[in-house]
């Protein structure tokens, strides 16, 4: 059985920084594409940025150049480095390995 354990939310100055980090136990971890969803109030769950078994790179508009998704498969851990946080990028930020395994979720919140 997958379980996805996220880590890193908090509460964070409009353009600042946070990284999450999503630690998953099980072996099938390097087959997989990893991505990182973000909720929040009232709307629906979005895809934030995804990363391929090969590595390769995908982002939704609105964090491109601000957020890099990277992996590790050795540590089974996905990250998520934010910067230039807004206030609009507060949500619950999940991880998921496939689109079939989720993590509990991190809250973010950018606010002053």
């Known amino acids: 059985q997958v379980q996805l354990v996220e880590s890193g939310g908090g509460l964070v100055q409009p353009g600042g920084s946070l990284r999450l980090s999503c630690t998953a136990s099980?072996?099938?971890?390097?087959?997989?594409?990893m991505g990182w969803y973000r909720q929040a109030p009232g709307k629906q769950r979005e895809l934030v940025a995804r990363i391929t078994n090969n590595f390769r790179t995908n982002y939704v508009d609105s964090v491109k150049g601000r957020f890099t998704i990277s992996r590790d498969n050795a540590k089974k851990t996905v990250y998520l480095q934010m910067n230039s946080l807004k206030p609009e990028d507060t949500a619950v930020y999940y991880c998921?390995?496939?689109?079939?395994?989720w993590g509990q979720g991190t809250q973010v919140t950018v606010s002053s």
């Open positions: 998921s390995l496939g689109d079939a395994y």
């Open positions: 099980g072996s099938i971890f390097s087959i997989y594409s």
